[in-house]
């Protein structure tokens, strides 16, 4: 059967901006047609989108599933439905699970799961190190070979210089990227939240933006040294920001992400001990929000990612101090984005470059909206309104700040390999 969306508005930056109809046929773009083209094919499914937005399926590179090891607070198959509910036809995982992905037989895990699900498509993220213990570099050949798509030991950081110097120079050979969590944890020393007004007013020990923006300068500095491409994860603060554009002032070959709630909520939203705004890097000031933004808009900051970490009430019910950093993104990730347009701090067709074009262009895939090009897409509402409720939630986990908070726009639609993983409304369609 032939589908053809019809009436959005297609962007596809920086190629398309235009109102097309398109039309999928085994899984992959058919043809671009205009509206009042007269289909000629007896059986096709008709998705009305007038009012929707066409674009490239969006992609999140930052994403933790948990399984293998710990399915109680979330398992690929929920964590996928939860990336289509929230409009990615992709994600990349992170290798924290346990066993920690640092060998090809947990990567072909991954991938053989992912693939059973039959949702969004997962691209495992392997380890840097063994166990991510920081020691003794990991199998990266042999995980390159089982699929992975890049390194990390997101968590934590790889603290030995020289080990981390050896990495870079090992993965520019593989031509994979080294995704950096960016932290000193001695700086760190154990704090809760941002070192600041609040966190003397709760009484929780802090953590001062040196402890991210120091690890930044350092791998600014071996990425210089090996000519290596160096990907910095879930940038919070101003400082770290300008150090990340002074670098690519320089030629250096690194790119950076945000998440959204470093552009929505700042260090002041943290009341009553409430560990749904616990995560790491923890919410800054308001300077440093501002900073991220100014960062989007001028692209020192190339990519929104959702760092979408679920943790059961097991690690989230308890003292602030005790508890579990992290939240759950995947499906409100688009919604807080919009907001960035509805501000007027970027343009839908930025948003989708930082959503969907950038994060493709990192991991190496085409996913340009061209015949022939198979049929990933996300089909996006930009004006309905809805209150976040986590109730509703496809993620096995709740651990959301955003709880009760009224948005604008959502995923209508999301299509992988021509298959529709997710819609919002059946009544848009018809057959």
């Known amino acids: 059967m032939l589908i053809r969306i019809k009436g959005a508005r297609i962007i596809d930056p920086p190629h398309m901006d235009a109102k097309k109809d398109i039309i999928i046929?085994?899984?992959?773009?058919?043809?671009?047609?205009?509206?009042?083209?007269?289909?000629?094919?007896?059986?096709?499914?008709?998705?009305?989108?007038a009012g929707k937005i066409l674009v490239p399926g969006l992609i999140d590179i930052h994403v933790h599933l948990r399984e293998p090891g710990q399915e109680y607070?979330?398992?690929?198959?929920?964590?996928?439905?939860?990336?289509?509910?929230?409009?990615?036809?992709?994600?990349?995982?992170?290798?924290?699970?346990?066993?920690?992905?640092?060998?090809s037989q947990v990567t072909q895990f991954i991938i053989q799961r992912g693939r059973e699900v039959g949702l969004s498509r997962v691209y495992p993220v392997g380890a840097i190190t063994q166990g991510l213990k920081g020691e003794t570099l990991?199998?990266?050949?042999?995980?390159?070979?089982?699929?992975?798509?890049?390194?990390?030991?997101?968590?934590?950081?790889?603290?030995?210089?020289?080990?981390?110097?050896?990495?870079?120079?090992?993965?520019?050979?593989?031509?994979i990227p080294v995704f950096v969590h960016a932290e000193d944890t001695c700086l760190a020393d154990g704090g809760s939240m941002n070192e600041g007004p609040s966190s003397t007013f709760w009484g929780i020990k802090g953590i001062p933006n040196a402890a991210e923006s120091v690890m930044v300068v350092?791998?600014?500095?071996?990425?210089?040294?090996?000519?290596?491409?160096?990907?910095?994860?879930?940038?919070?603060?101003?400082?770290?920001?300008?150090?990340?554009?002074?670098?690519k002032k320089r030629g250096a070959k690194i790119t950076c992400e945000t998440a959204p709630h470093y552009f929505t909520l700042t260090d002041e939203d943290v009341k009553d001990y409430d560990t749904?705004?616990?995560m790491n890097p923890p919410l800054r000031s308001e300077d440093d929000r501002q900073a991220v933004i100014e960062g989007l808009c001028d692209g020192t900051?190339?990519?929104?990612?959702?760092?979408?970490?679920?943790?059961?009430v097991v690690e989230k019910d308890v003292e602030f101090d005790r508890a579990a950093?992290?939240?759950?993104?995947?499906?409100?990730s688009l919604s807080l984005s919009l907001k960035l347009v509805h501000d007027g701090n970027l343009t839908l067709a930025e948003l989708i470059h930082k959503m969907a074009k950038q994060p493709a262009n990192l991991l190496g895939i085409h996913n340009d909206i061209k015949e022939g090009n198979r049929a990933d897409l996300t089909l996006i509402d930009p004006d309905h309104e809805y209150v976040i409720d986590p109730s509703a939630f496809a993620s096995k986990s709740r651990n959301t700040p955003f709880a009760g908070m009224?948005?604008?726009?959502?995923?209508?639609?999301?299509?992988?390999?021509g298959k529709i993983v997710y819609q919002s409304d059946e009544q848009g369609l018809r057959g």
């Open 406 to 417: 009224k948005v604008k726009g959502n995923a209508f639609l999301t299509m992988v390999g």
């Open 218 to 247: 350092r791998d600014i500095a071996l990425a210089e040294l090996t000519d290596a491409p160096v990907h910095f994860c879930h940038i919070s603060t101003r400082e770290s920001i300008e150090a990340i554009r002074q670098a």
């Open 276 to 278: 749904h705004f616990k």
């Open 138 to 175: 990991a199998e990266i050949h042999d995980m390159k070979q089982a699929g992975i798509v890049a390194v990390t030991d997101d968590g934590k950081p790889v603290e030995n210089s020289n080990l981390m110097r050896r990495a870079l120079e090992y993965c520019r050979g593989l031509n």
């Open 301 to 312: 900051i190339d990519l929104i990612a959702s760092d979408h970490a679920p943790h059961s």
């Open 25 to 49: 046929k085994d899984h992959l773009i058919h043809a671009l047609v205009d509206p009042e083209y007269k289909d000629t094919e007896p059986d096709i499914q008709i998705i009305d989108a």
């Open 325 to 332: 950093f992290g939240i759950v993104g995947l499906e409100t």
């Open 73 to 103: 607070k979330e398992t690929i198959e929920t964590g996928l439905a939860a990336a289509a509910r929230g409009g990615f036809s992709a994600v990349c995982c992170m290798p924290n699970t346990n066993p920690v992905n640092d060998n």
